[in-house]
């Protein structure tokens, strides 16, 4: 019996199929490359943009086909695209070849909704159900590199985004767990730790014993071994002083930050609710880089949220021309309903277009300008894996979070190499292992 999981969406989609593919292989399920031979299908969905929405419905469509050929194949829909409001009637209603839909916050019944499944019976479930972590088996695909989540949900409310209705309110894991884990996929020769969070930065905010995330960095940061801690995602408003010198004291947690900012212009940030000016997030900008002169600062950017005007696209052009990120994730604004900027004046299609071309075109000179910099420079890299997009190619990532492309051994997977930059176009970097860990 075979399973193929469909991941769309974010690290934390990535890590909750990881735990899929815990159950699915506790119940007798094997992984295959090809969903044409799968006995079960999982969509984990997203909906934190339109355009996710619709090419998972593209493919869910596929699946009546397939289950012309094998009539005992079983699709199940969950994450966070069935967890919105109205979505599982629709899937009812429009796809009655979907077997079984659950929400994000009660995977731990997917064993029981499979076997319902088997017996030919729907299972639909989208109930918030706390579940922990330690419930259920993992199968994790992305050594050397292991996700950890630290806290889910999001109190933040930001006037654009679907999560905190999707993914609930903020809950934290206890500081024992997740030290527990660490320490167990450090033992298991895990080289990289990524702790998750939509806000990292609240960690422990709902905690009765004061826990913090600085906290937690120390605890991690103190422990033995050669391994690196990234974390993410950090809402500036969130962080702290102790958490930068948190990163500072220790050489095992990476001088990275991925600190989305949204936008350059502090009325549209108002209207975003995101809490913090554009000279706020500025200032904790040169505050982080005093700390961390290397650091790798990543952002994500939107564009034509609605109201913005052209001054006020100049205002985040600008902000990223100062802001040195070492990249951007830039998205066009996407109408979600349920949220308050659902029924706010919309910007023109034609405008988000241009102001996309445009925003881009500006990260990419930022981003050569850096890549140029380090061209005959030397890193330590930890070798992740093949680059599957070019030949006899394995890749890794600087401690600033660069990803370089690489000649080298297979069995370098999970060891420390130094890399020298030997060039760089815009946003890819090459380089020549110098020195490989003994
Ligand atoms: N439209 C476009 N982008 C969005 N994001 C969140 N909600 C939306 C939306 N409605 C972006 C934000 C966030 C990232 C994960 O996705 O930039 O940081
Ligand atoms: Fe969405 Fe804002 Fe929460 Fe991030 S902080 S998940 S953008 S509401």
């Known amino acids: 019996m075979n399973y193929f999981i469909h991941t769309y969406g974010c690290q934390m989609n990535i890590h909750d199929s990881e735990k899929i593919a815990g159950i699915l292989e506790k119940a007798g399920y094997v992984a295959c490359d090809e969903v044409e031979n799968a006995d079960i299908v999982v969509f984990n969905t997203c909906c934190i943009r339109e355009t996710a929405e619709q090419k998972i419905y593209g493919h869910l ?3 009546k086909k397939l289950k012309r050929t094998n009539p005992d ?33 009660n995977l731990n019944l997917l064993q029981q909704a499979i076997e319902t499944a088997r017996n030919k019976k729907k299972y639909v479930n989208v109930d918030f159900l706390h579940y922990r972590e330690e419930d259920f088996p993992q199968s994790r695909t992305s050594y050397p590199n292991a996700w950890v ?90 962080l702290s002083q102790d958490v930068i010198d948190a990163i500072a004291a220790y050489p095992n947690i990476c001088d990275n930050i991925h600190l989305p900012v949204q936008s350059g212009s502090t009325e549209i940030l108002r209207r975003m609710n995101r809490r913090y000016t554009r000279d706020d997030y500025l200032s904790l900008l040169e505050r982080i880089r005093k700390s961390l002169p290397d650091v790798g600062i990543t952002t994500d950017i939107m564009v ?21 990120f070492s990249s951007a994730f830039c998205f066009v604004y996407s109408r979600r309903k349920g949220t308050p900027a659902y029924s706010m004046e919309q910007v023109p299609y ?48 600087t401690e600033s979070g ?16 130094t890399v020298e930059i030997e060039r760089a176009s815009s946003a890819t970097l090459w380089g020549r292992v110098s020195t490989e860990e003994r």
């Open 149 to 238: 989540n630290i806290n889910y949900g999001c109190n933040n409310f930001c006037t654009y985004c679907i999560v905190p209705y999707v993914r609930g309110r903020e809950r934290s894991r206890p500081l024992a767990d997740i030290m527990s884990e660490v320490e167990q996929l450090l033992a298991k020769g895990y080289k990289e730790i990524t702790l998750l969070g939509q806000n990292v930065n609240s960690y422990g905010h709902d905690l009765a014993d004061g826990t913090d995330f600085a906290q937690l960095l120390h605890s991690i940061g103190k422990l033995s071994g050669k391994f690196r801690l990234r974390f993410m995602t950090s809402h500036p408003k969130d």
């Open 350 to 397: 034609a405008v988000k277009k241009d102001r996309i071309t445009r925003l881009l075109a500006c990260q990419n000179e930022v981003t050569k300008q850096i890549s140029a910099q380090m061209v005959g420079q030397k890193y330590e890299i930890l070798v992740e894996g093949a680059n599957n997009r070019y030949q006899n190619t394995m890749c890794g990532r």
């Open 402 to 417: 660069r990803l370089v492309n690489f000649k080298c051994d297979e069995d370098l997977i999970g060891r420390f190499v």
């Open 61 to 63: 469509g596929a699946i």
């Open 73 to 105: 194949l079983i699709a199940v829909v969950c994450g966070c695209m069935s967890q919105q409001e109205g979505v599982a009637e629709k899937i009812k209603e429009s796809y009655p070849f979907v077997d079984v839909v659950l929400g994000t916050g």
């Open 304 to 324: 034509g949220f609605p109201g913005e005007t052209e001054q006020d696209f100049e205002d985040t052009l600008d902000l990223v021309r100062r802001a040195k």
